[in-house]
């Protein structure tokens, strides 16, 4: 990232330094992109030292280690040589230096040399050092904050990933059709000009060509970036919609939403709004996980979970970091679906009920601003079997676009759900009449149905002629309670809970 590619952020930086901000912390892990934009705005007789976690002190153009610091071996003693002797024109370039400015293991001289680095950068006249923290993660110690300016550097947007491509493109004369570059600008959505241009050249390496069948790599290189975080879980999963017996209406709304979320770039040029996503709220067991993960493989991309208990964190200000970080990182591999499972129990107590925490607030107020304000192609399938326990603003229109009701299955339901688990143990045969099943398992969720057919399965292993036959399923149901049984108060509580609220029904009636 050069002043000519990316002007308006080097004039920005620039502006910062030249109004003496002792303290700019950039926030990004690119750190290519960052030396070229802090070399850029360097003048002639600005010196840049550089000191890194790997390396110490190492120059900072070739990143070799630069000796010339005596006892530069640590932050402190690298710090001190400029608070002893003081340059008069330089920047000190701070590298993942993160982890020493946490709280917890916070070194107390590191802070007072920074500190009195940047008094006296505020306040002598002639001293103009300016620090610049690059890091990963955004730690600012409180003894810093007012020292401390953030310069966030944006990922390139449509047009500049269009043109990185058009650029890389050009420079190795290799023809790409217009549709291509469209398809292609909305997959590399997220991730960093150095990250653009490694992915082009290992799809030109690979294939000689660049095509939007170059959507694959991009996929892998942002399943990278998830493990590395680690704040985001990504799943495998394969199963389609085609596995979810029923909630039809539920289905036909997801098939209709991936022809768009597969089309992003054509999508958007002809005016369609990004999907934001939807909330799926219903009875225990009925198919809104599975629902929910099918449609990353509807749509063709990754499928993230976002635990909201694990992003809690010890310190201050940690937590909140934390979601920070994951919804960096789901925009960052964007296009994907992130899934919040059990939502009610993420934000539980806001609504009132249990006390919800200061951090437990805070965090779903930055959730549903993102929510609302999102601009990126992250979508969002939230889940939950009580929905009082959610405060209300989740439900308001411009949050998600569309909320469902799954309820417990129909016979016509029940009949598809039989089919899909007996067909997935290849067992659904002659000697099966799935119809005679209906009427007994009234009450019972897709769960309880698994769960029959499975035990099924196994006694038929067991038998003589193991073979599974509608009475050996009769006889499981007779034996198997339904979770309208062995959950009889819940479900008539959340029954009730369900008819206050005007949901689109997940299933045709
Ligand atoms: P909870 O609210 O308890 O998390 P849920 O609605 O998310 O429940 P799932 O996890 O989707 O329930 O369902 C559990 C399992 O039951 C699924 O993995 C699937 O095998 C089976 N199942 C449930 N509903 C259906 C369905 N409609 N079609 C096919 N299988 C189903």
């Not at 596995?243 to 289905?251: F, H, R």
Request: hydrophobic share 40%; with cysteine; net charge negative.
């Amino acid at each position: 990232m050069s002043r000519e590619d990316n002007p308006q952020f080097a004039t920005k930086l620039a502006a910062y330094v030249a109004a003496l901000r002792p303290i700019i912390y950039i926030n990004h892990f690119d750190s290519h992109a960052v030396d070229a934009l802090i070399a850029s705005i360097a003048e002639k007789d600005t010196k840049i030292y550089e000191y890194n976690e790997a390396g110490h002190h190492v120059d900072f153009r070739h990143k070799i280690p630069a000796g010339s610091l005596p006892g530069s071996d640590n932050l402190n003693s690298f710090l001190s040589t400029f608070d002893d002797n003081e340059p008069k024109n330089a920047f000190l370039v701070l590298k993942d230096v993160h982890r020493q400015l946490r709280p917890e293991s916070a070194d107390a001289a590191i802070i007072a040399r920074l500190k009195s680095i940047a008094d006296r950068t505020m306040f002598r006249e002639g001293v103009y050092v300016t620090v610049f923290l690059v890091c990963s993660e955004l730690v600012i110690p409180s003894e810093l904050e007012k020292m401390v300016t953030v310069f966030d550097i944006p990922l390139p947007g449509a047009r500049e990933i269009e043109n990185i491509i058009r650029d890389y493109a050009d420079g190795f004369q290799i023809p790409i059709a217009p549709e291509d570059i469209n398809e292609l600008c909305v997959s590399f959505k997220g991730l960093s000009d150095f990250e653009i241009r490694q992915i082009l050249n290992l799809a030109y390496q690979r294939s000689g060509l660049i095509a939007a069948a170059d959507k694959k790599l991009i996929l892998e290189e942002k399943e990278q970036i998830i493990k590395k975080t680690g704040i985001l879980e990504i799943l495998s999963f394969d199963s389609t919609l085609s596995d979810v017996g029923g909630l039809d209406n539920l289905k036909k709304y997801l098939q209709d939403k991936s022809h768009i979320f597969t089309h992003l770039g054509e999508a958007r040029r002809f005016g369609i709004d990004l999907p934001k996503g939807l909330l799926i709220v219903g009875m225990p067991g009925c198919g809104k996980s599975l629902t929910a993960k099918a449609t990353a493989s509807q749509f063709n991309v990754p499928l993230l979970r976002l635990d909201v208990g694990k992003l809690m964190g010890k310190y201050v200000g940690e937590s909140e970091n934390n979601m920070r970080r994951a919804i960096k990182t789901a925009e960052a591999v964007s296009p994907c679906v992130l899934w919040i499972d059990e939502l009610e129990k993420a934000f539980s107590g806001l609504s009132g009920h249990g006390g919800g925490s200061d951090v437990t607030t805070r965090l779903f107020g930055q959730f549903l601003t993102w929510l609302q304000e999102k601009e990126s192609s992250v979508y969002v399938v939230a889940t939950s079997n009580d929905i009082s326990a959610l405060p209300p603003e989740f439900l308001r229109k411009g949050r998600f676009d569309e909320l469902f009701l799954v309820d417990l299955p129909s016979p016509e339901e029940r009949r598809r759900i039989f089919e899909i688990h007996l067909k997935k143990r290849g067992k659904l045969g002659d000697q099966v009449d799935v119809l005679k099943l209906l009427k007994d398992t009234e009450g019972y969720s897709g769960a309880d149905i698994e769960s029959l057919v499975k035990d099924t399965v196994e006694v038929a292993f067991i038998s003589d002629d193991k073979t599974v036959t509608t009475d050996k399923l009769k006889a499981a149901i007779k034996t198997t309670k339904s979770i309208s049984v062995t959950l009889k108060d819940k479900i008539a509580q959340l029954k009730t809970i369900y008819e206050k609220y005007d949901f689109q029904k997940a299933s045709r009636d």
